[in-house]
């Protein structure tokens, strides 16, 4: 992920690649043949070239080592998901955001990607159920940590973003097969109630282990069902066509036990394609993240939004063992 993000810091607007630190010299020197920065091999020497804003793209384990000197020195940080390995330094890296100025926002790039942007753009979309699938072959990156905290905590961050809360009951599986982190997990999570006092449930499966990658989800609400690919960027947005009268009429119809086989059900819908734009992703954030430094503005993805995402990633790893998953 580091040379993707070099790669987008030498070309975003309003922005310089000045440095970057990597404890492989073969990595800096490339780094420095391709983009004319300079290169260090620790954060100390970063931090007294006097940079303003850096991106932490390192294992996971290493995050609050990293990020704690870069936000004591004042230095604005964009920091790879997940936050931390764990509740506890997720919570004393967004504590250490807090007490200072500097800007922390958290890599949870999927919120830029432009089918969950299109998504977050349908008017009064209100889940009852989110059914959500990211598989894909082992790629042997990111093995410090499980799928959960791979893969599934991009879903989970979406999905504590559209609820506005993090799930009050969780119920989970795991398997590890490879390793001893956990390779395959699904879980099954109940949110709080919403202003109409319904609740809504959430079906994540997340697969380190498949044959292909998948990344698709699915939204049901009263009036609105979404579907869409993240990998093929599309998707279909249906809605209720009939008005109150007729949807009152053909449930009175349905009680009385009439039959209604002649009716078309596609009459009774709109369908369109989800209006999915343009954009890279990581651009995206990158962008988001240097326009929050520049107005010294809460970032879309803050220290508290990657908290909570870690927590609830905890939480599932947790329900999976008592649930008795194979898991070490």
Known sequence: MGRHHARLCAQVE??????????SAARRTEMVEQYGCRAFDSVAEL?????????IATPTVT???????????GIHCLV???LAPDETEARAIADAAARGTAVLQVGHVVRFDPVMVAIRNIPNLTPRFVEVNRVSPMTFRSVDVGVVLDMMIHDLD????????EPEEIHANAVSVLGEAEDVCNARLVFPPGPDGIRCTANVTASRLALKTERKIR??????????DFAERRGTVVRKAVNAVQLADIRKRFQSGEDLSSLNYLELVKVDPLDVGAGEPLKLQLES???????GGRPFVDAQAG???????QRIVEAAREAGSRMV
């Open 80 to 82: 790879e998901k997940p």
């Open 158 to 165: 979406l999905l504590i973003m559209l609820m506005g809360n």
């Open 63 to 73: 995050h609050r080592a990293i990020v704690e000197q870069l936000l004591e020195a």
């Open 47 to 55: 931090i007294a070239s006097g940079i303003d804003a850096c991106v």
């Open 14 to 23: 309003g922005a310089d690649l000045v440095a970057v630190v990597d404890q």
């Open 307 to 313: 908290f909570a995402a870690v927590r609830t990633a």
């Open 219 to 228: 939204i049901i609400s009263e009036d609105t069902y979404v579907s869409a």
């Open 289 to 295: 993240f240097l326009a929050a430094v520049r107005v």
